[in-house]
């Protein structure tokens, strides 16, 4: 997708690996959470079910443990 710079945002997680971030890295289109616009170079606390929207493509945020529980909602009737 056009709305998308080659190098657009950034993830990164914490040592632990139980915190991760999303930077804008300088994208023309930006970068949201939620909705709402991330300012250039700021790294913003990521959390399971967010949504996330690089310039015009969106997709959502879930880490391991947080999918899997997405995924079991479907099985068990609680589909969201």
């Known amino acids: 997708?056009?709305?998308v710079s080659k190098l657009h945002a950034h993830f990164t997680v914490s040592e632990d690996e139980s915190v991760y971030y999303l930077r804008d890295v300088g994208s023309i289109n930006g970068t949201r959470i939620?909705?709402?616009r991330l300012p250039?170079?700021?790294a913003q606390r990521l959390s399971n079910g967010d949504y996330l929207s690089f310039g015009q493509v969106e997709t959502q945020f879930f880490e391991v443990?947080?999918?899997y529980r997405f995924l079991r909602s479907f099985s068990s009737?609680?589909?969201v």
């Open 1 to 3: 997708d056009r709305s």
């Open 34 to 36: 939620n909705g709402r």
């Open 40 to 42: 250039i170079g700021d």
């Open 65 to 67: 443990r947080g999918l």
């Open 77 to 79: 009737g609680n589909a």
